[in-house]
């Protein structure tokens, strides 16, 4: 069976015109049920993919005789997810399957939840390796995952399981005596990770993902540890085991010595360092020790003040942020703030995280650069803070505002995707407020992503968008080949051109006449698409 990708390189001129067309939000109802009907499979596979569909058109998907075609409707991010759900039923495993996979979005985004009626019918009734992906996962409510580990259909509970580490002790305890006998073993089987002489009965004896899944966070038992202290299966599990919680006291000690920076390293996080040995990590020969023991919360006044005078500019950035230190005493250390990291989006999580305002609020007020950026990646931020920070001097403080904050306001938006050029940039272009107009006064810049901005304001001059059209960029020439304002000869020239006929025919400028001679002339039977189920 052709990929998505396969099917696009397939499509000639004529196709790729009424994939553009599939696209117009011109294009009225029965021209889409006409593609809907009679396009090609590239075509079919835009409209139902990557556009909002009217009612009428979401009805005559879900019931197309095409699998493929369903299928790609399954994983529009775009649709209201209760519209997807429709295909919960579907005959065919094959769309049942996209729809359990969802939409493929980039991060930090992620695709609206399925209805919670939905998941729970997938969890029961759908095969496991449908289930696996993490994109399963993303599609799941906040509030369905809160509830798992205590909803009353078992097989839910059983996922609730999952997430043992973090269930309160009481839950804990009701599902180790659940009446279902599958939800009861799973929570059994997570209980016994907890027991050091179970973890060490299945310990692989070889490297694998399991041994160091265990060597990182199980209980180990005595026998263990000293196994891998003498014996280690692989080079670096005195490094694995030294973050583990269940180290017993007398083997950090140990590895807090070990000629091994990186394992020192990973003692120097551990919260429950005595100290004798933070001290001695805190004054480690190697800058990245030190680093790892500037973040320890329990630094005493002369070990802040040892790192706060460290050679080295890490060290020193590191314990600048350290809770304990008033502004002042940050204020006196000679520390740097990267301008040349990622100021890119914080991962939210589907788990509400616990928040405390006033600390945020320490830290948006703080004069210390790197404070203020984890108060700008806040999402709750208050409306004071957010009009503060848009105006802070920070490069990364702005960013992860305009980043992060669903209230971001204009000016902070366009400014930010003016100044940052990193990872991420063009999400800045996706956040709601993001502006419109006076974007043609950019059609000049020398940033062609800046200038493609221009396709954006509806009052761009139709000579502009004429000339960015032949913009030296091909991202400029496609973005202006849509707008609305390009002179109606021109847009009539690019419908024949092989680079932005696509992009042309998605113009919503196009007339009724234009749009039913592409239907007429680029029009004909969708070709079979055949293939072993995939």
């Excluded at 009424?18 to 109802?29: D, E, H, M, R």
Aim: aromatic share 4%; charged share 30%.
């Amino acid at each position: 069976m052709r990929t998505p990708e396969q099917i696009w390189e397939d499509a000639d001129l004529p196709t790729r015109r009424l994939a553009g067309l599939a696209l117009n939000p011109s294009a009225s109802v029965d021209v889409l049920l006409r593609l809907l009907a009679d396009a090609p499979p590239a075509v079919r596979m835009v409209l139902c993919r990557d556009r909002d569909l009217p009612l009428a058109v979401v009805d005559a998907v879900v019931e197309h005789p095409d699998r493929r075609t369903r299928g790609f409707f399954a994983a529009n991010p775009h649709v209201d997810p209760a519209q997807r759900a429709r295909l919960l039923h579907d005959q065919d495993w094959f769309v049942r399957g996209h729809l359990a996979d969802g939409p493929l979005v980039s991060f930090p985004h992620r695709p609206r939840p399925l209805p919670d009626e939905a998941i729970v019918h997938m969890i029961c009734a759908y095969e496991a390796e449908h289930l696996g992906s993490y994109r399963f996962h993303q599609q799941m409510s906040a509030a369905l995952i809160q509830s798992m580990p205590t909803h009353p259909v078992p097989e839910v509970r059983c996922w609730g399981v999952s997430g043992w580490g973090q269930l309160p002790a009481d839950t804990r305890a009701v599902l180790l005596a659940d009446p279902d006998d599958s939800v009861r073993e799973r929570a059994q089987n997570h209980a016994r990770y907890e027991d050091p002489a179970w973890v060490e009965s299945v310990l692989p004896a070889r490297p694998c993902h399991g041994r160091t899944d265990i060597l990182l966070q199980r209980a180990l038992s005595r026998a263990v540890v000293d196994s891998v202290l003498t014996a280690p299966a692989q080079p670096d599990e005195r490094a694995t085991i030294a973050g583990n919680p269940t180290l017993p006291p007398d083997v950090v000690v140990l590895l807090a010595a070990d000629p091994d920076p990186k394992v020192r390293e990973r003692i120097a996080r551990r919260p429950d360092l005595r100290p004798t040995e933070r001290r001695a990590l805190v004054d480690d020969a190697d800058p990245e020790v030190r680093r790892a023991a500037a973040h320890h919360p329990d630094l005493g006044p002369a070990e802040r003040a040892a790192l706060a005078a460290d050679p080295d500019p890490g060290v020193r950035l590191a314990v600048s942020v350290h809770p304990a230190l008033t502004e002042e005493e940050r204020a006196r250390i000679d520390y740097e703030v990267p301008m040349d990291g990622r100021f890119g989006f914080r991962h939210v999580s589907v788990r509400p995280e616990p928040r405390d305002p006033e600390a945020v609020r320490r830290k948006a007020l703080s004069g210390h650069p790197m404070l203020r950026r984890e108060a700008a990646e806040d999402r709750a931020l208050p409306t004071d803070l957010v009009a503060r920070l848009a105006e802070d001097d920070d490069l990364g403080v702005r960013v992860l505002l305009a980043q992060n904050h669903p209230e971001a306001p204009e000016a902070l938006l366009l400014r930010s995707f003016l100044e940052y050029t990193g990872p991420e940039r063009e999400n800045l272009i996706a956040r709601p407020n993001f502006p419109h107009a006076g974007l043609a006064a950019l059609a000049d810049h020398e940033d062609p992503r800046v200038r493609a901005l221009a396709a954006r304001d509806p009052d761009t001059a139709p000579a502009t968008a004429e000339r960015l059209t032949r913009d030296p960029d091909p991202d400029v020439r496609v973005a202006l080949a849509r707008h609305p304002n390009l002179p109606r000869p021109r847009l009539a020239e690019l419908l024949h051109d092989e680079e932005l006929a696509h992009a042309a025919a998605a113009n919503p400028a196009l007339d009724p006449a234009t749009i039913d001679r592409l239907l007429t002339t680029d029009g004909r039977s969708p070709d079979a698409d055949p293939g072993p189920a995939a």
